[in-house]
């Protein structure tokens, strides 16, 4: 991700389309007229149970959720690492805001602030009109302005799944439902987001046990397991925070000019100019990673190319120059059987984005000769939408592949509806996760709250007239201890 503007951190909403250039898909919605449908949640918060009886009968509200698969911390307030390291929170152990955190950092964040702007609208350059230097400074200059000017703006968006994530997420943990879009209720919300954020560390916590999360993994790159905003900081975050290795960097390091590429070589202590001084590369990259305690590596490739990796022989690769997009995909290929001889050797999980992008390219059918070949290696096929039916089949046919269904309520609740309505009398059930993909921990609460009910009306729905235990037992599993089993962290329920 490139920083524009100079780097600051409001750009960052809108440069990760770099990273994340994707199609805005809007949820179910609800008659403003009418007031809100059951599947949004009502006020009081807790109040709330659009599953019904079913969920109280399961007690699916009382079952911990492993947070598989998260991206905490990818807010503006926080802000962008250097050129292309994505978020401080990626490259930092203990990055905390920079300043006080807004409402708006978290609805306005890398996706909901950046499907606006795909849709034409930069949302924080609207005060830049008003001679402001970005949205949130006019909103703290003159709120009833500011919400007046993007409220047109909030309501296209208001039925999509991250709205209604984040919304419901505040409504549960603060109490506020800023679906009114009405001044009082945003003040009050803004206020609440800086207070709890005051102190990001105690507030993830306390707000992962009012939540019922049991475990968090991160996505991070290489650079965090080095790399502390503070000895502090830093040992708060990892006393509660695992990680996985983000190896997609890797794969564009063929550039002749490539700082990453320099400093990354700086960390190892090794040069990649080879096929030796590459395997050399990556292993000690791996042994940093294993002292950090990553949890495997994961790779979002699917953006911008196939997921489908050739074994390409040491000679046939070139390793820096002037690439053609034949010899950019060979060494790519290279890299990603490098790594994946690794986890499989360490017995790594691999994290594999599919679909929701490029979706001409992103299918996981190519994935499974990859499985095939690295059987002590389990791919976790994350978020899968459109290609729910063939994510069903890997899963059933592989041994070693699996489904995790973060951030599909985050793009829409019903494609969560569907893959379950898919997959539960196709797919074992020991081979679904159900994680949220989320930039904030409001947005995961929200994405967990459409989580526990629509896995509680599909139990009800596909549940073949099992005997309520082993249907709750079912959702233990894929909401906490499918997890525990893939990743080696925590204890079954």
Same mark, same amino acid.
């Given at each position: 991700?490139?920083?524009?503007?100079?780097?600051?951190?409001?750009?960052?909403?809108?440069?990760?389309?770099?990273?994340?250039?994707?199609?805005?898909? #809007?949820?179910?919605?609800?008659?403003?007229?009418?007031?809100?449908?059951?599947?949004?949640?009502?006020?009081?918060?807790?109040?709330?149970?659009?599953?019904?009886?079913?969920?109280?009968?399961?007690?699916?509200? #009382?079952?911990?959720?492993?947070?598989?698969?998260?991206?905490?911390?990818?807010?503006?307030?926080?802000?962008?690492?250097?050129?292309?390291?994505?978020? +401080?929170?990626?490259?930092?152990?203990?990055?905390?805001?920079?300043?006080?955190? %807004?409402?708006?950092?978290?609805?306005?964040?890398?996706?909901?602030?950046?499907?606006?702007?795909?849709?034409?609208?930069?949302?924080?350059?609207?005060?830049?009109?008003?001679?402001?230097?970005?949205?949130?400074?006019?909103?703290?200059?003159?709120?009833?302005?500011?919400?007046?000017?993007?409220?047109?703006?909030?309501?296209?968006?208001?039925?999509?799944?991250?709205?209604?994530?984040? +919304?419901?997420?505040?409504?549960?943990?603060?109490?506020?439902?800023?679906?009114?879009?009405?001044?009082?209720?945003?003040?009050?919300?803004?206020?609440?987001?800086?207070?709890?954020?005051?102190?990001?560390?105690?507030?993830?916590?306390?707000?992962?046990?009012?939540?019922?999360?049991?475990?968090?993994? %991160?996505?991070?790159?290489?650079?965090?397991?080095?790399?502390?905003?503070?000895?502090?900081?830093?040992?708060?975050?990892?006393?509660?925070?695992?990680?996985?290795?983000?190896?997609?960097?890797?794969?564009?390091?063929?550039?002749?000019?490539?700082?990453? +590429?320099?400093?990354?070589?700086?960390?190892?202590?090794?040069?990649?100019?080879?096929?030796?001084?590459?395997?050399?590369?990556?292993?000690?990259?791996?042994?940093?990673?294993?002292?950090?305690?990553?949890?495997?590596?994961?790779?979002?490739?699917?953006?911008?190319?196939?997921?489908?990796?050739?074994?390409?022989?040491?000679?046939?690769?070139?390793?820096?120059?002037?690439?053609?997009?034949?010899?950019?995909?060979?060494?790519?290929?290279?890299?990603?059987?490098?790594?994946?001889?690794?986890?499989?050797?360490?017995?790594?999980?691999?994290?594999?984005?599919?679909?929701?992008?490029?979706?001409?390219?992103?299918?996981?059918?190519?994935?499974?000769?990859?499985?095939?070949?690295?059987?002590?290696?389990?791919?976790?096929?994350?978020?899968?939408?459109?290609?729910?039916?063939?994510?069903?089949?890997?899963?059933?046919?592989?041994?070693?592949?699996?489904?995790?269904?973060?951030?599909?309520?985050?793009?829409?609740?019903?494609?969560?509806?569907?893959?379950?309505?898919?997959?539960?009398?196709?797919?074992?059930?020991?081979?679904?996760?159900?994680?949220?993909?989320? #930039?904030?921990?409001?947005?995961?609460?929200?994405?967990?709250?459409? #989580?526990?009910?629509?896995?509680?009306?599909?139990?009800?729905?596909?549940?073949?007239?099992?005997?309520?235990?082993?249907?709750?037992?079912?959702?233990?599993?894929?909401?906490?201890?499918?997890?525990?089993?893939?990743?080696?962290?925590?204890?079954?329920?």
């Amino acid at each position: 991700m490139h920083a524009r503007g100079g780097g600051r951190p409001e750009d960052a909403v809108l440069d990760t389309l770099n990273r994340r250039d994707f199609i805005g898909i #809007t949820a179910g919605g609800m008659a403003l007229a009418a007031g809100p449908l059951p599947w949004l949640g009502a006020a009081p918060a807790r109040a709330a149970n659009p599953g019904g009886s079913i969920m109280s009968e399961l007690g699916i509200d #009382t079952l911990p959720n492993f947070c598989s698969h998260e991206h905490w911390g990818s807010i503006s307030a926080i802000g962008p690492a250097p050129a292309e390291h994505g978020f +401080r929170a990626d490259t930092e152990a203990g990055a905390s805001p920079q300043r006080r955190v %807004r409402i708006w950092d978290l609805v306005l964040d890398p996706y909901a602030g950046g499907w606006m702007a795909a849709t034409g609208v930069n949302p924080w350059g609207l005060g830049e009109a008003q001679g402001e230097p970005d949205f949130a400074a006019w909103w703290d200059r003159d709120p009833a302005a500011a919400l007046d000017a993007i409220r047109p703006h909030l309501q296209r968006q208001l039925f999509t799944g991250v709205f209604q994530c984040v +919304r419901r997420g505040l409504l549960y943990l603060h109490d506020i439902d800023i679906a009114t879009l009405a001044l009082d209720d945003w003040q009050a919300a803004d206020a609440a987001v800086g207070k709890a954020y005051a102190d990001i560390f105690a507030w993830y916590g306390k707000a992962m046990g009012e939540a019922g999360f049991s475990e968090l993994i %991160r996505p991070v790159h290489p650079e965090f397991y080095v790399r502390d905003e503070t000895a502090e900081g830093a040992a708060r975050e990892r006393a509660f925070t695992n990680t996985i290795l983000r190896i997609d960097p890797l794969l564009d390091l063929w550039k002749v000019d490539s700082p990453r +590429r320099d400093t990354l070589a700086d960390l190892a202590g090794v040069d990649p100019v080879d096929a030796a001084s590459w395997r050399a590369f990556i292993t000690k990259l791996f042994d940093i990673a294993a002292a950090g305690k990553t949890t495997g590596i994961k790779q979002l490739q699917a953006y911008s190319r196939t997921l489908r990796y050739d074994p390409v022989d040491d000679a046939a690769v070139t390793w820096r120059g002037e690439l053609d997009a034949g010899e950019v995909k060979a060494f790519q290929d290279w890299v990603m059987h490098a790594c994946c001889a690794q986890a499989h050797e360490r017995g790594w999980p691999h994290q594999a984005h599919i679909g929701t992008h490029n979706i001409l390219e992103s299918s996981p059918m190519p994935l499974e000769p990859l499985a095939r070949r690295y059987g002590r290696m389990d791919i976790v096929m994350i978020h899968c939408w459109p290609f729910i039916d063939e994510a069903g089949w890997l899963a059933k046919h592989v041994p070693n592949m699996y489904i995790d269904t973060c951030w599909q309520p985050v793009l829409n609740p019903a494609f969560l509806r569907k893959s379950l309505r898919t997959w539960m009398n196709y797919v074992p059930t020991h081979k679904i996760m159900l994680a949220h993909d989320s #930039t904030s921990i409001e947005m995961a609460v929200g994405s967990s709250r459409f #989580t526990r009910e629509i896995l509680a009306e599909s139990l009800q729905s596909h549940g073949c007239g099992a005997d309520p235990s082993l249907r709750r037992q079912a959702a233990a599993d894929m909401l906490h201890n499918n997890a525990v089993r893939l990743y080696g962290i925590g204890e079954t329920y």
